[in-house]
C-alpha cells in the first residue's frame, strides 16, 4: 500500500491524502490549498490527484481547506463517489457552491483588469459553480460507527472528531496477501468540551496514524477566559462608539460566537443596545443547518433547544443577507458587533468591514480562528501596520484580539492526551496539517513523552506501508526532482521584486532610521542571491 502526500504536509491547508492498494486509489480528504501565491499554485494543478483513476474520497468535514478541490476533481473526470457524514454533506453544499463563486468573481476581476491594459482576458476561474453542483449527486452518507466496504479489501468507518458538525476521524483498514493495516486518519481534533461539539470519539491501536498538529507547539486559553477578553473587546468599541469586527468562518466558528454573546448576554455583559450584525449569507444558511442537525451537538446544547432557548439567537441580532444590508451595517454610526466571513480575511464581506473600521483607533478586530501563513489575517495578527485592501493601503490602528480559546482544535497538551489514549507501542505517527516550527515542536514531544516513531513529510512525498515494519520514503521516479515548490517561489520573488521596484522612489522620503534598516535588509538579500547565482554556475 503507498500513500501520497497532497498537502498539508508542512502546511495547514490542502488535505488530501492519496491510498493505493491491490484493489483501490482513493483519497482522505480533497482541500483547497490556502495561503501564499506560492501554496495557491498547487489549486492549478491536477496531475497528481489524476482524478479519472480515483475511486473515491472519504471527507473528514465540510471546511474548504478538506472539501474545497471537490468540483476540481469532478470537472476534470471524477465520477466516483464521496463518502462523508450527513452534516457535512449538508454543508458542503453551500460552501462548495460559494466557493466557486468566489472563484467566479475573482476570475472576472481578473479579466476585467487585463481588458483595462488592454491585454488578452483568459483568466478561469478555479472551477464553477456547475463544478461544484455536480459534486452532490455523488455523496453517499454514513453515520458514524457504521463499517463500511468501498472497495474489495477496504472497510471505513467514521468517528466523531469533536472539531465541528459532522466532523469525522477515518478509520481505514486494509487488507493485502492475507494480514490487515488499520490506519487512522485524524482530520482535524476537536478540544475537550469545546462549546457545541460533543467531545473527540474514542479510536485505539493503529498501525500507522495520520495526525493534524494545527497547534502542536502551544495550548490555548480557558473558555472563560476567552468569554473575558471578548467581554473586553465589546466594551472597549461601545465605550468608543465604534465596531466590533469579528472575521469568522462561516461554519462552527461563527455559531460558537453567537453562543458565546448569548452566554455574555445572560451574564450582563452585552449591552442590550448594542446590535449585532451577521453579515455572512452562508454563516446564517450554515446556521439553520446546525439547528437541523441539533442531535450531533452536545448535550448542554441540546438541552438548550429542548427549552425553547436558542443558542445561535440574540433579541439583537440582525441577519444581512444581502449586499445592501452589508452596506448599511458601515453607513450606520452606532456602536455595534459584525461577524463576517472570511475568517482569514482572504474573501468575502469582511474585506469591506476591514477597509472601514480597521483604521479607526476605537474599533476592535477580533480573530477567533487560526490564520495561515499569507493571509491578510495572519499579516494583522503578526503585527503589520498597514494591509492592502482593495487596492489600497489601510491603517492598522483599531486595537487587535486574538482569542485561540475560540479554536476547534486541540491546543498542544490535548493532542498529546488525545495520542496516549489511541496510540499503541508499534503506532508510527505521521503530523501532517500544522506549519513545520508546531510539528517539529510536537514531534519532539510524541518521541520523549511516548517514545513512538513521528515523521513529518513534505509535499508530494510517497510512502510505502507494509504490516509490522515502518514506513518505507518511496523515491522519485529516476531523473525527477523532488519537488521543491521553485518555480512558484522563484515566481513569488520576481512578483516581490516588481513591487520593490515601483516603491523605490519612497525610500528617500523615509527617515534615516528607517532608510539604514532597509538598506542592512537588502545587503542581506544581495548577499543570497549572489549564493544563488554561484550555485547555479
Known amino acids: ?129 456547475k463544478d461544484a453542483e455536480a459534486v452532490a449527486p455523488l455523496v453517499r452518507t454514513r453515520d458514524y460507527g457504521e463499517m463500511f466496504s468501498p472497495a474489495p479489501g477496504v472497510r471505513v468507518r467514521f468517528q466523531d472528531a469533536g472539531h465541528i458538525l459532522g466532523s469525522a476521524m477515518v478509520e481505514v483498514f486494509v ?181 472601514h473600521n480597521l483604521w479607526k483607533p476605537g474599533a476592535s478586530i477580533v480573530f477567533v480562528g487560526f490564520q495561515a501563513q499569507g493571509t491578510p489575517g495572519r499579516k494583522i495578527v503578526d503585527g503589520a501596520q498597514k494591509i492592502r485592501i482593495f487596492n489600497e493601503d489601510i491603517a492598522v490602528a483599531a486595537r487587535i484580539f486574538t482569542i485561540n480559546g475560540f479554536s476547534a482544535h486541540a491546543g498542544r497538551d490535548q493532542l498529546l492526551d488525545w495520542l496516549a489514549g489511541v496510540r499503541s507501542a508499534a503506532t508510527q505517527v505521521f503530523l501532517v496539517h500544522g506549519e513545520y516550527s508546531a510539528q517539529e515542536h510536537l514531534a519532539g514531544l510524541i518521541r520523549e513523552k511516548l517514545g513512538l516513531s513521528v515523521v513529518v513529510p513534505e509535499y508530494l512525498e510517497e510512502i510505502l506501508l507494509k504490516p509490522g515494519v515502518p514506513a518505507q520514503e518511496i523515491p522519485p521516479p529516476e531523473g525527477v526532482a523532488p519537488d521543491a515548490g521553485l518555480p512558484p517561489l522563484v515566481a513569488d520573488l520576481q512578483r516581490m521584486l516588481d513591487d520593490m521596484t515601483v516603491g523605490m522612489g519612497k525610500l528617500q522620503s523615509l527617515p534615516a532610521s528607517r532608510q539604514a534598516e532597509i538598506a542592512a535588509l537588502l545587503r542581506q538579500a544581495a548577499a543570497g542571491i549572489e549564493k544563488i547565482n554561484k550555485s547555479s554556475e
Open 1 to 129: 500500500m503507498k500513500i501520497k502526500f497532497l498537502g498539508a504536509a508542512r502546511t495547514v491547508t490542502g488535505s488530501c491524502f492519496v491510498v493505493e492498494t491491490a484493489t483501490a486509489r482513493f483519497a482522505v480528504d480533497c482541500g483547497m490549498h490556502q495561503g501564499s501565491d506560492s501554496v495557491e499554485r498547487r489549486n492549478l494543478d491536477v496531475a497528481p490527484y489524476d482524478p479519472a483513476r480515483m475511486d473515491f474520497f472519504l471527507i473528514t468535514h465540510a471546511h474548504i481547506d478538506h472539501s474545497g478541490l471537490l468540483p476540481r476533481m469532478t470537472a476534470n473526470g471524477f465520477r466516483g463517489p464521496v463518502y462523508t457524514t450527513a452534516p457535512t454533506a449538508d454543508l458542503m453544499n453551500i460552501l462548495l457552491l460559494d466557493s466557486a463563486h468566489i472563484q467566479e468573481v475573482e476570475a472576472e476581476g481578473k479579466n476585467k483588469r487585463l481588458r483595462r491594459r488592454g491585454a488578452k482576458a483568459d483568466a478561469l476561474a478555479l472551477y464553477t459553480a
Open 175 to 355: 487488507e493485502e496477501n492475507g494480514a490487515e493495516m488499520k490506519l487512522i486518519f485524524s482530520g482535524d481534533i476537536g478540544r475537550p468540551n469545546q462549546l457545541l461539539m460533543k467531545d473527540t470519539c474514542a479510536v485505539v491501536q493503529p498501525d500507522f496514524l495520520f495526525m493534524e498538529s494545527t497547534y502542536g507547539n502551544r495550548n490555548h486559553r480557558g473558555e472563560q477566559e476567552s468569554l473575558d477578553e471578548l467581554a473586553e473587546a465589546v466594551a472597549y468599541s461601545y465605550a468608543n462608539g465604534e465596531k466590533v469586527v469579528i472575521p469568522a468562518f462561516a461554519v462552527e466558528r461563527t455559531q460558537e460566537i453567537l453562543y458565546s454573546l448569548h452566554l455574555l448576554l445572560r451574564a450582563g455583559r452585552l449591552p442590550k443596545d448594542m446590535p449585532v450584525y451577521l453579515d455572512s449569507p452562508l454563516a446564517i444558511k450554515a446556521t439553520e443547518i446546525f439547528r437541523r442537525h441539533h442531535d450531533y451537538l452536545d448535550r448542554e446544547t441540546q438541552d438548550l433547544l429542548k427549552n425553547g432557548e436558542d443558542p445561535f439567537g440574540l433579541p439583537n441580532l440582525k441577519m444581512s443577507a444581502s449586499t445592501a444590508d452589508s452596506i448599511r451595517i458601515n453607513e450606520t454610526k452606532e456602536a455595534a458587533i459584525v461577524i463576517s466571513a472570511s475568517g482569514m480575511c482572504n474573501a468575502g464581506r469582511i474585506k469591506h468591514h476591514l477597509r
